[in-house]
């Protein structure tokens, strides 16, 4: 399990994804812990989003803002 930062986006961002509020805290059955890349608020518990194959938006239960995923699974990136 890892601690992971979500990617911050504005609204104008969202497009034709969907749109994901994780309330309070949203837990999951297994996977990594991810972070409001607005807030830092902890958004989401033990979940592995890498495994969704849908576009989603993670809306923030504490400040309303959106986020994306992050991409885990590259790992050759130095940056
Ligand atoms: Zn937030």
Known sequence: M???MLTPITEN???ARNV????????????????CGHCGRKMIHNMDLSKLETPVVYQCGGCGSYNL?????TTDETA
């Open 2 to 4: 890892a601690e992971l």
């Open 13 to 15: 961002e969202i497009g």
């Open 20 to 35: 994901f509020n994780t309330g309070v805290s949203t837990v999951g059955k297994g996977g990594h812990d991810y972070f």
């Open 69 to 73: 995923a992050p991409e885990i699974e």
